[in-house]
């Protein structure tokens, strides 16, 4: 299910379709994980980075993000204040200790993580680790997602190299991006990430890059859009709201501005 939600309904992010799969199947198959699996994805404002979290939670819960056994925090919204920081830390650490003592198979999403104030995410480190117990619970079966914006200059710096020398999309691999990614977010003073522990412990098990989405990939996003409201199809609908959307480099206008992030508010103007 996994597999088929991907294929269908994400488009444009061949390198998340193939790591996605591959790292959750394989920790869900394993009896012995050493740790718990932890992704970090990182890309543009529509590129996805929700959706897919939203996809491999619905791919384990029965309720997806809706299951008891789902736990989002938002950067702004859980950890807003800088000075409250170590409040947080210890409201952090009872928080998931205590929904893993209920149920080992957990999973924490943690968005805006490039919002997030540097240091508080080193306060969860000791549950990424390599721990068999940590006062009696074990994290091993957990799952932790962290979503950010950091690291995008980076893979957009990438892919833009790739368009110009006249190579495909598809031929960007995760070797192309993965380290540069990692050492991006590391060294930025904006991101939750920066210095942080988890990076310099490896303790993170794969920086997943969602590339800035092309004219045709937001084309498909409306299509799916229009179908799932039950609407038919106007091609000439779906290519006037791509055109509206912007995009970058101001003279090639390769990649959308917000990725996929609008197309639901424009459907609004022309449908309804």
Known sequence: ALQENLDRQ???????????????????NNTNAKKPLTLSLHGWTGTGKNFVSKIIAESI????????????????????????????KDQ???W???????CPRSLFIFDEMDKMHAGLIDSIKPFLDYYE?????????????????????????????????????????????????????????????????????????????????????????VRVEVESRGYAVDEDILSRIADEMTYFPREERIYSDKGCKTVDSKLDYYYD
């Open 10 to 28: 994400l488009f444009g992010q061949h390198l998340v379709n193939k790591v996605v799969v591959k790292a959750v199947k394989g920790f869900l």
């Open 61 to 88: 819960y029965k309720r997806g993000l809706h299951s008891k056994y789902v736990h989002q925090f938002v950067a702004t919204l859980h950890f807003p204040h800088a000075h409250s920081i170590n409040v947080y």
């Open 92 to 94: 952090l650490q009872s």
């Open 96 to 102: 998931i200790r205590g929904n893993v003592s209920l």
């Open 133 to 221: 117990l940590l006062d009696g619970v074990s994290y091993r079966q957990a799952i932790f997602i962290f979503l950010s914006n950091a690291g995008a200059e980076k893979i957009t710096e990438v892919a833009l190299d790739f368009w110009r020398k006249g190579r495909t999309r598809e031929d960007i691999q995760l070797t192309d991006i993965q380290n540069a990614l990692s050492v991006s977010v590391f060294n930025n003073k904006n991101s939750g990430f920066w210095h942080s522990t988890l990076i310099d412990r490896n303790l993170i098990d794969y920086f997943i890059p969602f590339l800035p989405l092309e004219y045709k990939h937001v084309k498909m996003c």
